[in-house]
């Protein structure tokens, strides 16, 4: 597990000259006046006259004044992300805050200072190179979340987008344009491309706002050169380059219209993308289930939210004292995302062939490593698979309870559709009258509020859009949620139950109907009328519970499969543990062998200092004797030449 990384950058105070501010809000400095916020090192804190205020202290990993570049950022937060991809993890960078704080510069950047994007494709391209022993195919994809629709930046006129998932490619944008890309230029003239098609419009708080958010992919597949060696694994990792819209207060961008339905839509997903990052950055046990499925922006990220990859986040914020609630906004969230933690593993698909040839090499190795002597190294990987194991069961409870909230789900679709079913037999065979049945539908079908009935009201239900991937849980007249509500909820960066929100049209439509209009009207309506209405209802509850049970049989499959990798995996350690002892008793038999060589070689020594003592004694007696019969011939000699 390791934790996400996060940075607070401040971008440069603009001056009343710049086209997009507002010179008033620079004359009344909000409400207290004299506040600003002051960098130590990693900390920063809010001042109000030079004293801190209480509360407002927040510390990261990283903290950046007015004058960091783009190039420091990225040293910092993004380049072993960088690398970290290029070896199979998958990565994901974002930038996060209000609207002209800075995250088109931070992740685009300026011919003057390259921003993250930019950099990260040279970097990828020169890290490969480095990896000489490996190739690589590199793929890219560039689209962007506009109205909680998908949209194919590199594809002019694209259809609308949809999300799936599946268990080979977990959750994915059908359709998607994937360009095979062979070096750096080749990228950048793709993202430029992209940029163009992007959404932009004008605000009063920044002439050149992102209206949409995007998501620049790049798919960084890897296999080894020396195939033979490798164990035949291929490494495909993702890495996401996201440049989030902005949040903003509708009171200071002045928009209406377009702007306006844009800005609801981004308040929304950013709001829907905090409560994510609320709920992973409680306690395991307390977390319960997250709302990854309510957006599609927190769907598509999904891995890089307490998932496999690793994940930086850059939140920038204005330095002026006008947007010190919003600064503090950003602030809340940042420390948030700060507790969230990721489980990153390197991605490697292995074929059945490989996976035996890879087992067997690792036995191999650990035979190797044993017979050295290290059986240190052989604990070590008894507590990496214990870890892998772990790990897997950790994954199995998360499915497992995903489960069981499906399986609840399915239990009120069955019940409401029961429900509805014993409505229609009674309306058919006891003959209701119309008041009786529209009686019983209000009682049954409405257990909600009443603007459930309400012809222009916000009817979805989030039990209902949550379970389907499709679903856009933002409704058509979104404008008439409460903007300042929504925003309020969003900076104060509390998890707002979306139930909630979607109750809010009917605090604000009521003043104009008369107070019982809207539990009458659905009287008048004809009973066929409402019996057809009824049996749509039904088929489409009932194509909701097919799709549940589709996709809880995808769960329990995955249960299953994860189930069945725990038992192999155990297997696999009791085997590893099971080798290990046979080849530590191997060990233990081979050190009493040599323990006796040894001995006989000190015995050996023994005879061989004992033979050549007596052997040089012999040599010593040899030699006299030599001496006294050479001296005893010489007499002779002498003797025999006297003779005459
Ligand atoms: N660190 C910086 N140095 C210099 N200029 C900056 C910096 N950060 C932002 N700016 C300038 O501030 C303006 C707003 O920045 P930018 O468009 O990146 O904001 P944004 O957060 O992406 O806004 P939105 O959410 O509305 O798209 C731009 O003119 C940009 O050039």
Redesign the pocket.
């Known amino acids: 597990m390791e934790k996400i990384s996060v940075a607070v950058?401040?971008?440069?105070p603009?001056s009343s000259a710049?086209p997009?501010v507002d010179s008033s809000s620079f004359s009344g400095g909000g409400a207290g006046g004299n506040r600003e916020w002051r960098i130590d090192d990693t900390r920063i804190s809010l001042l109000h006259r030079a004293v801190p205020v209480p509360g407002t202290s927040f510390a990261f990993d990283h903290v950046f004044d007015?004058t960091?570049?783009?190039g420091r950022i990225y040293g910092l937060l993004v380049r072993s992300l960088i690398r970290a991809a290029v070896d199979g993890f998958n990565g994901t960078a974002f930038?996060y805050?209000?609207?002209?704080?800075?995250?088109?510069?931070?992740?685009?950047g300026?011919t003057a200072?390259p921003g993250i994007i930019p950099l990260a494709i040279r970097d990828i391209f020169d890290t490969a190179a480095e990896a000489a022993d490996r190739e690589f195919l590199i793929r890219v994809s560039y689209m962007e979340i506009y109205n909680e629709e998908i949209n194919d930046l590199l594809t002019l006129g694209s259809e609308k987008l949809p999300i799936h998932e599946s268990l080979e490619r977990g959750v994915y944008v059908s359709g998607l344009r994937e360009e095979i890309v062979n070096n750096a230029e080749q990228v950048l003239e793709l993202l430029q491309r992209g940029e163009e098609n992007r959404h932009?419009g004008e605000?009063n708080?920044?002439?050149?706002?992102?209206?949409s958010h995007t998501i620049f992919r790049m798919v960084i597949e890897s296999s080894a050169k020396d195939q033979v060696n490798s164990g035949d694994a291929i490494r495909v990792s993702i890495l996401n380059l996201v440049?989030?819209?902005?949040?903003?207060r509708i009171a200071k961008t002045g928009a209406d219209g377009v702007r306006l339905k844009e800005g609801k839509h981004?308040n929304k997903s950013l709001m829907i993308l905090g409560n994510v990052i609320n709920k992973l950055s409680e306690n395991g046990k307390q977390r319960g289930h997250i709302p990854y499925r309510d957006s599609k922006l927190t769907r598509i990220l999904q891995s890089a939210l307490g998932g496999n990859a690793k994940t930086s986040i850059i939140c920038?914020a204005a330095p002026e004292e006008i947007h010190i609630e919003e600064t503090r906004g950003t602030l809340q969230f940042a420390s948030r995302a700060k507790c969230v933690s990721n489980c990153a593993q390197v991605n490697e698909i292995l074929t059945d062939a490989a996976l035996l040839k890879r087992q067997k090499l690792e036995i191999e190795e650990l035979r190797q490593k044993l017979q050295g002597s290290h059986s240190e190294v052989l604990e070590q990987l008894i507590l990496k698979q214990r870890n892998d194991m772990h790990k897997f069961e950790l994954e199995r409870d998360r499915l497992a309870m995903e489960l069981e909230e499906e399986r609840r789900l399915r239990e009120t679709l069955e019940h409401q559709l029961t429900e509805q079913q014993k409505m229609l037999e009674n309306h058919d065979n006891i003959g209701l009258s119309a008041e009786q049945f529209t009686d019983s539908i209000q009682l049954d079908s409405l257990k909600t509020p009443d603007s459930k009935r309400t012809p222009d009201g916000f009817v979805a239900s989030r039990s209902r859009y949550s379970n389907d991937v499709e679903f856009s849980p933002i409704p058509e007249n979104l404008g008439a949620v409460a903007d300042e509500d929504l925003w309020m909820q969003l900076n104060k960066g509390c998890i707002t139950d979306l139930d909630m929100l979607e109750m809010t049209p009917g605090f604000k439509c009521p003043p104009s109907l008369p107070k019982d209009t809207t539990a009458v009207a659905p009287l008048k309506e004809p009973i066929d009328v409402r019996c057809q209405r009824l049996e749509k209802d039904c088929i489409s509850d009932r194509q909701q519970l097919e799709d549940s049970k589709a996709s809880c049989a995808v769960l329990e499959k995955e249960r299953n499969q994860l189930i069945e990798e725990n038992s192999l995996l155990r297997q696999e350690l009791s085997r590893s543990k099971q080798e290990g002892n046979h080849l530590v008793s191997e060990k233990e038999e081979l050190l009493k062998e040599l323990e006796t060589e040894r001995y006989k070689m000190e015995q050996l020594k023994q005879d061989i200092r004992i033979f050549s003592q007596s052997f040089s004694q012999r040599q010593g007696q040899l030699t006299s004797l030599y001496t006294k019969s050479k001296a005893i011939v010489e007499n002779c000699k002498a003797s025999q030449v006297a003779l005459p």
């Open positions: 950058r401040f971008r440069p603009k710049d997009d007015d960091a570049t783009n930038a805050g209000q609207t002209s704080s800075g995250k088109t510069f931070t992740m685009n300026s200072d932009f605000t708080m920044n002439v050149r706002s992102s209206r440049d989030l819209a902005g949040s903003e981004i920038t």
